[in-house]
């Protein structure tokens, strides 16, 4: 069973940056195509972006394009989500979840993240 634990969250102003981890422990997730989604009070959960296995591959929402990258390092178990010039509108519970045979089966606890204008 992975366990995953999402950190960096916080109280920033518009323009500010904020980087992400996720931290997995109980088994590597080296081998898994990871994923980040956030979601806003009131909202649906939206797909942020994903890395594959090797980090060669990486997927952007196009709501963030350009202001989110996404990161990992295999050798410490984790991801990362660098998010630039953070708008309001990003102000979310941001989630890492591990694709497991196909689906998201493994999901952190979320972090905070408030842009305040």
């Known amino acids: 069973q992975v366990q995953l634990v999402e950190s960096g969250g916080g109280l920033v102003q518009a323009g500010d940056s904020l980087r992400l981890s996720c931290a997995a422990s109980?088994?590597?997730?080296?081998?898994?195509?990871m994923g980040w989604f956030r979601q806003a009070p009131g909202k649906e959960r939206e797909f942020v972006g994903g890395?594959?296995?090797?980090?060669?591959?990486?997927y952007i929402s196009d709501s963030v394009k350009g202001r989110f990258t996404i990161s990992r390092d295999n050798a410490k178990n984790t991801v990362y989500l660098q998010m630039n010039s953070l708008k309001p509108e990003d102000t979310a519970v941001y989630y890492c979840?591990?694709?497991?045979?196909?689906?998201?089966?493994?999901w952190g606890q979320g972090t905070q993240v408030t842009v305040s204008s």
């Open positions: 109980g088994r590597t997730v080296s081998s898994y195509f």
């Open positions: 979840a591990a694709r497991i045979a196909g689906t998201y089966g493994s």
């Open positions: 890395i594959s296995w090797n980090g060669d591959t990486t």
